[in-house]
């Protein structure tokens, strides 16, 4: 969790051609650093210019001037890492912009590993653990849903939410501690009973912020999803209609689709990873069952199933057989009865009783998928919670703490209500209390900082 000592610098800017490179450098010896391969244009030694100013220079490797550029000195702590940092801006071509981090380097510099700038603002206090998981989602993110998710009042809101629960348990829980030190005085300032109402309360409140991040879950992990049926019923047509382009070969040649095709998919605030696979059926092609046995390996590890059927066909024996998956498979699933611009073999009310939501469409036209996404959208998120104004619990980690104080402290109302010494019950709240506290980093283990961290790229 220590990260790396000592001055680290890497590019912060996509890798490629661009108007404008930028490479980061942090560390105590940053402006050292600097100094040896920058030059400022206006005579002035740079230490001599102010800092937090652009100033104008050459940049130098090996002694050589290898560009113009302009650089910028935060002096610690007023940074984005709460060191000294120096940002070194420099013509965007792959092959300059490589030479402008060796010349870092050879000045004093080592190689940033991924997400260091990050990791060092939040040992420094410049960013809680929830800020720098949003700064991750804010550079993955896919849909304007994950940006608005990532923003800083998102962040504060479920911050402040947590807080004010952590902050109404701490006081109940002075009531207790109380009432173990001086047992025979009454200096609690609650009784035993209104200590039970408070946890009730908070229990309440803690259980309905759990309950966001179903929708903080879908709008910012994504959730997995497989299109399925039988060959030839127009499965990756529809993939390439609901991706709005030609991503999966379509042919009238049942089996073309042979292996897994995986993207992202928005479907309103949600997102779905959204899989083609290969026609259901039985096969002597051997190429064919690898696909097949793949097709339901992935629908077994997802969450929503599209089922597509062909209505201007008769239903047989593997439509049903897939229908009777579609209806006991545990997540989401909608039929999409495809090809609705042709005649009609079947409708709806064919059906068997129970089937899942079922939806008319065509690949062809595009006929009815915005009734799909509308659908897709309400099952799997919550339509009453606002990006805009409610407190959001948008990351697995942040969520099994919640979990944990959760179960805590409902053994705490327990033992409160069933008589069990307060002292039990003090440190069920004590526990609780360790688990809010998780939510923004301040007890997290060293372990999840460095999983967490993995993740980012080289330079942010």
């Known amino acids: 969790m220590i990260g790396h000592v000592g001055t680290v610098t890497a590019v912060s800017t996509p890798p490629g051609k661009g108007g404008v490179a930028v490479i980061r450098v942090s560390g105590e010896n940053a402006f050292a650093v600097a100094e040896k391969c920058f030059v400022p244009k206006n005579g002035k030694p740079l230490s001599a210019n102010p800092p937090r100013r652009a100033v104008y220079g050459n ?6 001037i290898i560009d113009d550029g302009l650089l910028l000195y935060f002096p610690a702590p007023n940074s984005y890492t709460g060191e000294d940092v120096v940002e070194l801006s420099c013509h965007g071509g792959p092959l300059l912009t490589g030479m402008v981090l060796e010349a870092t380097l050879k000045a004093g510099a080592i190689p940033a590993p ?6 060092r603002a939040y040992l420094t206090g410049k960013l809680s653990l929830s800020d720098a998981e949003a700064v991750g989602l804010a550079i993955d993110a896919v849909t304007r849903a994950q940006v608005r998710l990532s923003a800083e009042d998102s962040r504060d809101r479920l911050s402040d939410a ?13 009531s207790l501690y109380a009432s173990i030190d001086y047992p025979e005085e009454d200096l609690a300032d609650l009784s035993r009973e209104q200590v039970s109402e408070g946890v009730f309360a908070i229990l309440t409140d803690l259980s309905s912020l759990g309950k966001t991040y179903r929708t903080g879950r879908a ?11 039988k060959p030839n019923v127009g499965k990756s047509a529809i993939f390439n209609r609901l991706l709005g382009e030609e991503k999966a070969i379509v042919t009238e040649i049942p089996g073309t689709t042979r292996d897994v095709l995986e993207y992202p998919l928005p479907v309103g605030r949600a997102l779905l990873r959204l899989a083609d696979t290969a026609g259901l059926r039985e096969t002597d092609d051997p190429v064919e069952t690898i696909g097949v046995e793949r097709a339901k390996k992935k629908i077994g590890g997802s969450e929503v199933l599209l089922l597509v059927l062909d209505t201007s066909r008769p239903l047989e024996k593997e439509d049903t057989d897939l229908l009777a998956l579609a209806k006991e498979f545990s997540g989401v699933s909608v039929l ?4 609705s611009d042709l005649a009609p073999a079947w409708d709806k009310a064919d059906l068997p009783t129970g089937s899942p939501a079922a939806f008319a469409v065509s690949a ?3 006929e009815g998928f915005n009734a799909v996404t509308d659908y897709l959208e309400k099952a799997l998120t919550d339509e009453n919670l606002s990006l805009g104004s409610d407190a959001i619990v948008v ?16 053994a705490c109302l327990d033992a409160l209500k069933t008589g069990v010494p307060v002292d039990a019950a003090a440190s069920l709240a004590e526990a609780a209390l360790a688990s809010l506290s998780e939510v923004d980093g301040r007890t997290v283990t060293g372990e999840i900082v460095d999983e967490i961290f993995s993740h980012f790229c080289v330079g942010k």
């Open 162 to 174: 947590v807080g004010s629960i952590h902050d109404r348990l701490l006081t109940l829980l002075s």
């Open 395 to 410: 990351t697995a980690r942040q969520s099994a703490a919640i979990d944990a104080a959760t179960k805590d402290l409902s």
């Open 364 to 366: 062809k036209t595009g």
């Open 59 to 64: 940049i130098l490797l090996d002694g050589e």
């Open 219 to 229: 709008i910012r992990e994504g959730v997995p999803a497989a299109i399925a049926g």
């Open 336 to 339: 999409l009865l495809n090809k």
């Open 114 to 119: 991924p997400g260091e700038f990050t990791r």
